[in-house]
């Protein structure tokens, strides 16, 4: 159930994407003729600091049945191995404990995905150092940098804030050859989107985000020969596979500045619902709850990623999966979420058109992930065409005068459209 | 731009969900369940938690029930075709393309199963979670 709220805010706390409803004095009074607005450039913004002190804004709270735990504290055992250390911060630990979000946050999007790209690439690019140093680092005994970790995840976290499109885009730059901090990359973006989805606040987010770069950690342990093996694991390079896990927490809980929340997820990222996941074999009430999180998109990056040995599935064969996964080896609820975060048309799928033109999705609409924004590339004699921004939404129509739909999603590389060349040389949108 | 992509997948997949049950693998006097995920008549796609053995020929079982009717069981040779076996769980690929060696009779039944899919499943809705 929502219900709108409104908020006085002074207008120096004023944000794009913000939705203004009152003004501290009857519009009339002011420049502005449109009464109640969302805010969508600075003037904007320096209008209302010009003409008012304060305004009234839109928040949004949805009530949501609160997430009961059957078991009295379902925190990890690292979290609670803590508690007995230190029992003085027992009672704020437990009214504290990870869960869904009681009053879920309805974000908007700031700015648009053609003004977030840039600053995206940049987080991306200095991510991917860190997450390529992070795993290096520790193979050459050095010891984990977690400023440098909470670095990173802090701008990717702040560029999914403003919009939460554009890193998701470039989490389809999928490079064979370094799988391992792509990936690890890749599971802090999508488990930041995840969490924005979901409605937690910022510094929940930011706690799913870190633990979703720290997840596979424990794979620095791991013989690089069975790692990256081209191939089928034997029996015993898979029990090899499954200790990593472990190794992560035992990395992080060496660590004094570790949080908690991301030793658990990197002990309990590999637990299932049904009870027979690895390394515990935990049942539902015993997995962390951002291990539940960060496990969805695990599976979804994992299946979706190219190897040196094969090339990664598409984004539908991995929703397939979660859902048909759903209630054994994922959290239900948790799963449809995910698949509604997702989408049928994630940013970077590539989609033959009604009129048999092709086009690249760059975002997903909020209202009707069924129409999303896509760049059209390709008209219908295969021949490439100026990059225009084409609003599915806004209903638009085809020289018949018909309403443009998707006719389908078509595989990376048909026709010559691939997706990582276009996002490596950057859209030209015009 | 790459120009030499050739699409292997010709056939449109369907979510398995609405029909199949249980469904398991009999490989060298074994039997691994095995969670069914998406179908068309010349295939399906299976996944499971562990690596299953590596081998290609295997008997696949299947208990399906579509709308209205008794639940129904096969049993037939497969081969795996492709499998993907990660840390998070296993994709394995099984071809049911035998067409010499498969009788009429069971070519229909597969053909028949993928209407019902094809029937139930939502056009662009794939999970039923966006209209």
């Given amino acids: ?430 | 731009m790459k120009q030499n992509f050739s699409e292997k997948r010709k056939l449109p997949r369907f979510l398995c969900h609405a029909v199949f049950k249980e469904c398991s693998l009999g490989i060298l006097n074994a039997h691994y369940a095995v969670t069914p995920i998406n179908y068309h008549h010349q295939g399906i796609g299976l996944y499971t938690a562990s690596p299953l053995p590596d081998v290609k020929a295997a008997m696949l079982i299947v208990n399906y029930q579509a709308e209205e009717e008794s639940l129904k069981r096969l049993e037939f040779a497969v081969q795996i075709v492709h499998a993907i076996e990660l840390d998070t769980g296993c994709q394995y690929g099984v071809s049911f393309d035998s067409k010499t060696k498969m009788n009429q009779a069971l070519h229909t039944e597969l053909l028949r199963i993928e209407t019902i899919l094809a029937n139930t499943a939502g056009n662009d809705d794939r999970y039923g979670l966006f209209t």
């Fill in chain 1, 1 to 430: 159930m929502e219900k709108l709220l409104s908020h006085k805010i002074l207008v120096e706390e004023l944000e794009l994407g913000m939705h203004v409803l009152e003004l501290d004095r009857p519009w009339l009074e002011t420049n502005f003729l449109i009464q109640g607005f969302i805010i969508q450039d600075a003037n904007e913004i320096d209008e209302l600091k010009r003409q008012c002190e304060y305004v009234f804004i839109q928040g949004k709270v949805e009530a949501k049945k609160p997430y009961i735990e059957k078991r009295k504290d379902s925190r990890g055992l690292f979290a609670r191995l803590t508690d007995k250390i230190n029992p003085e911060s027992q009672n704020e630990a437990v009214s504290t404990k990870p869960g869904p979000p009681k009053n879920k946050i309805a974000y908007i999007n700031k700015i648009s995905f053609e003004k977030e790209v840039s600053a995206a690439h940049q987080s991306y690019d200095n991510a991917k150092t860190v997450a390529k140093s992070l795993m290096e680092g520790i193979r050459l005994g050095r010891v984990l940098d977690m400023n440098q970790s909470r670095a990173a995840v802090n701008d990717i976290v702040d560029s999914i804030l403003r919009n939460n499109n554009a890193l998701v885009w470039l989490t389809k730059l999928k490079d064979k050859d370094e799988y391992t901090a792509e990936h690890s990359l890749n599971v802090c973006i999508l488990s930041v989107a995840f969490a924005r989805h979901l409605g937690h606040d910022e510094s929940e987010i930011r706690k799913i985000g870190l633990g979703g770069l720290l997840h596979d950690v424990g794979k620095s342990k791991i013989p690089i020969e069975v790692l990256d093996k081209p191939g089928r694991f034997t029996k015993e390079e898979f029990d090899i596979m499954k200790m990593h896990p472990i190794y992560g927490r035992d990395l992080l809980a060496s660590l004094p500045q570790a949080e908690h929340s991301s030793v658990d997820i990197a002990y309990a990222h590999h637990e299932r619902i049904d009870g027979k996941g690895y390394p515990r074999g935990l049942s539902p009430q015993q997995i962390p709850y951002y291990a539940k999180v960060v496990s969805l998109v695990d599976v979804y990056d994992a299946i979706t990623s190219n190897r040196t040995y094969d090339k990664g599935r598409s984004s539908m064969s991995a929703l397939d999966i979660i859902y048909q996964n759903k209630g054994t080896q994922f959290d239900e609820e948790l799963a449809l979420e995910f698949i509604k975060c997702i989408g049928i048309y994630p940013p970077g799928s590539i989609v033959e058109l009604s009129n048999h033109h092709f086009g690249i999705v760059i975002a997903g609409n909020d209202e009707s992930k069924l129409k999303p924004k896509i760049i059209g590339v390709m008209d219908d004699e295969k021949k490439w065409k100026k990059q225009v921004i084409i609003d599915l939404f806004k209903d638009p129509v085809d020289k018949n005068g018909q309403i443009l739909t998707i006719l389908q999603e078509i595989p990376d590389g048909t026709h010559g459209i691939n997706i990582k060349e276009f996002i490596k040389n950057g859209l030209v949108i015009s």
